[in-house]
């Protein structure tokens, strides 16, 4: 009986132990896309602080709202600003699950902020966090933001 209980305990620890390590894996891939983005758009401060900046995506959402995203790169890639903007609109959700990316800009104040979301449900999950990545509600996703000041 005792030893039974222990390698229920194990069982439970290896689960959330899994569980940990691939919320660790896509947090890690996402400040990677975060800082490959950042990157690109320190490289073109010109086309990223244009009133008609081509860095702009998901502009007109709400930054609270991951699940109202869109996660259509760029068709036509006629210039760096939109090359760069569909490798990394192609790259979120390849490594991220159900990933999305988000960015705007302010020209006055020279500032430019990025954001991923993806889903955070992986291992076991409550009751509520269930019902959530079952709805797709924003509560399912898992977002970092970046303000990038050029």
Known sequence: LILS???????????????????????????????DMADRIRANPT????ATSEYLVNEGR??????????????????????????WMQAIPAQLPMGRGRITTTPASRQ??????????????????LQACQDNTPDAFRVLHLELRI
């Open 47 to 50: 086309s990223a602080l244009s």
């Open 5 to 35: 209980f222990g390698l229920l305990g194990v069982a439970g620890l290896l689960v959330s132990g899994v569980s940990n390590a691939a919320g660790s894996e896509s947090l890690s891939k996402a400040n990677h896309l975060l800082a």
């Open 62 to 87: 709400a930054a609270n709202r991951p699940d109202l995203w869109d996660d259509a790169s760029p068709a036509i890639l006629s210039s760096p600003a939109l090359n760069d903007l569909s490798a």
């Open 112 to 129: 430019v902020d990025v954001w991923i979301a993806w889903s955070s449900c992986l291992g076991t999950l409550s009751t509520a966090n």
